[in-house]
DNA sequence: TAGCACCTATAACATCGCTATATGAAGTGA
DNA sequence: TCACTTCATATAGCGATGTTATAGGTGCTA
């Protein structure tokens, strides 16, 4: 009756949980459903599994990571801001395939298991931020910016989930998007001749850093810290 | 045995239905435990409800609105981007004050009662919106703008009832408001009391210095000396 | 062979959302 | 006053759910 006879019954369980949790938009999946499917008996998932969750979020470990990031739907660019709407977009596509598995993610309050999900899909966004930010690219900390733009992401992508597939407008996905990211982002798109910031990017960043405190003094550093600081600074941004 | 005695059995249900919801934290609440509360019986229930959902929507009817525009929380500026950062505010603040009938509401998938509640929590927004549209504030229309602020106000709530309450930065709030408040708004970017958004290019820049001296340590400082120059880094980025 | 983990099945438990059916209360018209 | 209707509540139970106590294999090591 299933199509998975020769697999070991934990990875039947496995793909039985996912294949239902795709199919069947919107509406629970029981612990019968998948244990039919997978052609085992109760006792074997809770013995692989601990319970419902457990089994869910091994789906999703199995699934999310390389859906989200994997060879077939991103390759990184180079260009950090970008990577970071890839990242975006791929994580709606994620959402919008996955409705159930999604909601089971970030729709849900257990505050137990919930926050080590959500930290992975921040280390993705967090990851390129720290890139964008090494070219000078943000004016806020790649943690602060991956937040920010993860949460209005899960709120995009869940907003569109709830509408029928018919009627969904992407407008609103590519709107938001570009609005937090030009919120943390410090400059204009980068050009498309624009030189991509390798290894002199610390030079770069300490001439930028150096030319503003011309102009600006901050209060944080008395004037011998300050000094001691524009000389080092100077020493870095001579480097080459 | 309960406290209700005097109310009716319609009022005894939304009553019982909305302290269990606020107070027990995360874990789903039974009809049976609300039934009991409320001291009837089940078809009491399913007679005036509906189901459980048209019982957990009633509730939300009663509070909702009240608790995001009402007279307590709420009073029109006049000045409609005002507002509607009062809006997400209250409507924050709800979300953290009712995490389990907030996530009820906006982090299910059920596509077929979530909109209208999504519609009613939109209603509010695209009011204001309009408002802003007519004072020529808005550079796309009300209803773009009010499902993408929306989207943002959801995903931050969730993201926020979602971490422990002591660890909570509301940074990530304001900071994405105004990501999706200055996109939609046609003015230059200005904050609540007028002022110009944004970080000094002082603050840009050694943040940015900062993020590249992570990937790439220069052999032109000693550690010692290292050290103490991305104390004061980190002390000069943390102005604002 | 004996023993010992590991894995799985039988059978059931407690609880869930929900309802077929019946009973009481309250009004209405004669 | 007496049916008759209508609304509101209760009794009792259904089917489905997540989960588990118990026991039976199965294969490996000694």
Redesign the pocket.
């Known amino acids: 009756m299933n199509s998975h006879g020769q697999l070991?019954?934990?990875a039947r369980l496995l793909q039985a949980a996912a294949e239902l949790l795709a199919n069947s938009a919107g509406k629970?999946?029981?612990?019968?459903?998948?244990?039919e499917l997978a052609?085992?008996?109760?006792?074997?998932?809770?013995?692989?599994f601990?319970?419902?969750?457990?089994?869910f979020n091994a789906v999703i470990d199995a699934g999310f990571e390389e859906y989200v990031a994997g060879e077939h739907n991103f390759t990184p660019t180079g260009r950090p801001l970008v990577d970071v709407r890839q990242i975006w977009d791929n994580h709606l596509k994620f959402g919008l395939d996955n409705p159930q598995l999604y909601s089971v993610m970030f729709g849900n309050i257990r505050p137990e298991s919930r926050p080590a999900r959500v930290a992975e899909a921040e280390g993705f966004m967090e990851e390129m931020l720290e890139k964008a930010a090494a070219a000078g690219q943000l004016c806020v900390s790649p943690q602060e910016a991956a937040r920010s733009i993860l949460a209005a992401n899960v709120g995009v992508t869940l907003m569109l989930i709830a509408e029928p597939a018919a009627e969904r407008n992407f407008d609103l996905s590519d709107m938001t998007r570009e609005a937090v990211i030009s919120a943390v982002s410090s400059e204009t798109e980068l050009d498309a001749a624009g030189a991509p910031v390798g290894a002199s990017s610390v030079v770069v960043a300490a001439i930028a850093l150096n030319a503003a405190l011309e102009s600006s003094h901050p209060e944080q550093l008395s004037t011998t810290e300050l000094k001691m600081f524009l000389e080092w600074l100077d020493r870095i941004a001579k480097t080459s």
Do not use: F, W
Request: hydrophobic fraction near 20%; avoid cysteine.
């Open positions: 070991p019954p934990k629970p999946v029981s612990t019968r459903q998948i244990t052609g085992v008996t109760a006792p074997t998932l809770y013995h692989h601990g319970d419902k969750e457990g089994l």
